[in-house]
C-alpha cells in the first residue's frame, strides 16, 4: 500500500509527506477537495506526517500518477465517508479528456464509460463533460485555419470584489495613470497589427478587469485604434465585459455598438442585496436591473454570470436569484462556484467567511440546471477551479447558435491568442493532439502584471511581442487548430 494514514486530519494543516514531490500538485488537490479549506503542510520526515504517500512504480509517469490518485482517493473517500462530483480530477479543464476521447473516435456513452472508470467521476458528471465536449466538437468544426483570437485587458473595476484574484485595480486610484495606460495598450494593438495582418481574426475579447470602468470617449478611442488597426471584417463575434452594472451607462453602450460589439456581460453575480454588500461590488439589485434594460436597447446578445456558494446565501436565496434571472431571460448563463483563490481577500478573511459560505448542494445544482432549461439553454463550456463550493464547476450555459465561441477556444487552447494588457497572455498552439488531459504544445508570453509596469515597459513589450507573432508567421504551418 503506497497510501498510510497514521492519524486522522483534523482542525490543523494536514502534515504529509511524500517521496516525489512531482506528484506534490495532483496530490493537493486531492487532499483540499476532501478537507476544504485546509492548506497542508509538507513534512521532510514520514515520522513527522499524519499522511504518507509512497508513488507506486508504474510504466509511466501517467499510469503513475493514475494509480496515486484512485488509491490516495478511495482511501480520503472511505474515511470520509463521501465521493467527490468529479472523482479524482484535479485539473482545470475535464473536457480536454472527453474531447480527446470523442476524438479518439469512442461513442458518447464509452466517453462516458470511460470518465468513470479511469477518474472514478460521477455519472451525472461525466455526461455532462461529454455532452460539452460533442458541443464545443461542433463549434469548432468550422474554424479558419491559422486563425487568432484576440484578447484586450482591463485591469480596472469600480471596486474590488471580495473573491477576486484577478489582477485588477479600483480605477479610482489610478487617476492619470488609466490615460498612460490606454497609450501603452494602443502601442501593442497599433503594432500587433503588422505582424497579424493576413491572419484571419475568429474572435475579440475585451476582458479584465472590467473594460466599462472607462469612460464612453476612452473606450472609443481605444476601439478606434483597434478598427483602424486590425482588419475584423470576417470576425463572428466581438464581446465585452461590462460585467459591473455600477460601470454601465447608455454612453458607453452606444459607443460599443458602434463600433461592432455584438455580445455583453451584465453580471449580478447574485440578486441578494446583503449578499452584494458583503462582497463588495459597490452595486444594488436595482442598478443591475437598470444597466440590463439599458442593455437590452441595443442588439447585443446578453450574458449574466452568477455565482453559487457566496457567503451566506442559502438554497432559497438562489433559488429567487435564478427566478429573476429566468424573469429577464438573457441569452447566454454563466454559474460558477464559488473558489477559494490565492490572492483574493476571501481568503484573507477566510476565518471571517467560512462557516457561511461554499455552501452548494445537490439542490442548488438542480436549481441551477432547471433555470437554464427553462431558458431553452445546454451547457455549452465549462471548467474548474481548486478550491471550489461544492467540488463542483463554473458552466456556461446558453441557446443553440448563441454560444461565446472565444469562451470554448480558449477554455480548450484551440486557437492562438494575442493578448495586449497588462498581465495578459499570448499563446500559441502547436504540437501534438492532447494527451491524457494534457494540453497541446502552447507557446506564451505574458505581459508585465503590475500596470506602472507595464507602462513603464511598454517598448520592451512590443519588441517581445514582434518577435513572438513573426516567430509564427515563419512557422505559419505548424499552427493546429
Ligand atoms: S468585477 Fe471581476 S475583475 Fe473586477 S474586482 Fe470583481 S471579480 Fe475582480
Redesign the pocket.
Known amino acids: 500500500m503506497s497510501i498510510q494514514i497514521t492519524s486522522p486530519p483534523g482542525e490543523g494543516p494536514i502534515r504529509l509527506y511524500i517521496d516525489n514531490d512531482s506528484f506534490l500538485y495532483d496530490v493537493y488537490g486531492l487532499l483540499t477537495a476532501f478537507y476544504p479549506g485546509n492548506r497542508p503542510e509538507i513534512m521532510s520526515e514520514a515520522s513527522d506526517a499524519q499522511i504518507v504517500i509512497n508513488v507506486p512504480e508504474a510504466p509511466d509517469r501517467i499510469t503513475q500518477k493514475n494509480t496515486l490518485k484512485k488509491e490516495l482517493y478511495n482511501e480520503l473517500s472511505r474515511r470520509q465517508g463521501h465521493t467527490l462530483p468529479w472523482g479524482t480530477l484535479t485539473g482545470v479543464r475535464p473536457t480536454k479528456l472527453t474531447l480527446r476521447e470523442l476524438d479518439r473516435g469512442r461513442s458518447f456513452e464509452e466517453t462516458v464509460e470511460y470518465m468513470k472508470a479511469n477518474y472514478l467521476t460521477s455519472e451525472k458528471k461525466a455526461r455532462l463533460a461529454t455532452e460539452i465536449a460533442v458541443r464545443e466538437r461542433q463549434m469548432m468544426s468550422s474554424l479558419h485555419d491559422g486563425s487568432v483570437c484576440l484578447y484586450i485587458g482591463i485591469p480596472f ?1 469600480p ?3 471580495l ?2 484574484s ?1 489582477s ?1 485595480y479600483a480605477i479610482g486610484a489610478f487617476g492619470d495613470s488609466v490615460e498612460d495606460y490606454l497609450d501603452a495598450l494602443k502601442t501593442e494593438i497599433k503594432n500587433a497589427s503588422r505582424v497579424l495582418n493576413g491572419r484571419h481574426i475568429e474572435a475579440v475579447y475585451f476582458g ?3 473594460p466599462t470602468s472607462l469612460s464612453a470617449t476612452q473606450l472609443d478611442g481605444l476601439l478606434g485604434t483597434l478598427d483602424s488597426s486590425i482588419d475584423l471584417s470576417g470576425t463572428s463575434e466581438f464581446t465585452v465585459e461590462a ?2 452594472p455600477d460601470s454601465i451607462t447608455d454612453d458607453k453602450l452606444k459607443v460599443l455598438a458602434s463600433h461592432g460589439v455584438d455580445r455583453i456581460s451584465v ?1 449580478p453575480q447574485t440578486l441578494q442585496q446583503k449578499t452584494l454588500d458583503t462582497i463588495g ?1 459597490r452595486h444594488t439589485v436595482d442598478d443591475f436591473c437598470r444597466a440590463y434594460s439599458m442593455a437590452r436597447n441595443y442588439p447585443f446578445l446578453i450574458n449574466t454570470d452568477l455565482i453559487v456558494g457566496l457567503p451566506g446565501e442559502v438554497e432559497n436565496e438562489v433559488r429567487d436569484t435564478l427566478e429573476r434571472i429566468v424573469e429577464l431571460s438573457p441569452d447566454n448563463l454563466t454559474v460558477h462556484s464559488l473558489a477559494k483563490k490565492r490572492a483574493s481577500r476571501l481568503t484573507e478573511q477566510w476565518d471571517e467567511f467560512a462557516s457561511g459560505a461554499f455552501v452548494y448542494t445537490d439542490t442548488i445544482e438542480q436549481l441551477v440546471f432547471d433555470a437554464a432549461r427553462r431558458l431553452d439553454m445546454e451547457p455549452y463550456y465549462m471548467y474548474r477551479q481548486k478550491e471550489i463550493a461544492g467540488n463542483m464547476e463554473n458552466v456556461g450555459f446558453a441557446r443553440a447558435g448563441e454560444e461565446c465561441l472565444y469562451n470554448v477556444l480558449m477554455m480548450e487552447e484551440a486557437c492562438d491568442i494575442a493578448a495586449f494588457g497588462a498581465g495578459a497572455v499570448s499563446k500559441r498552439i502547436s504540437g501534438t493532439p492532447a494527451h491524457d488531459g494534457m494540453r497541446e504544445k502552447a507557446d506564451r508570453i505574458r505581459n508585465p502584471k503590475d500596470v506602472k509596469n507595464y507602462i513603464d515597459r511598454i517598448e520592451e513589450t512590443v519588441q517581445k511581442k514582434d518577435k513572438f507573432f513573426q516567430l509564427y508567421s515563419v512557422k505559419k504551418t505548424s499552427s493546429v487548430i
Open positions: 473595476c471596486s474590488i470584489c473573491y477576486c484577478f485588477s479584465g478587469g472590467t460585467g459591473r453580471n461590488r
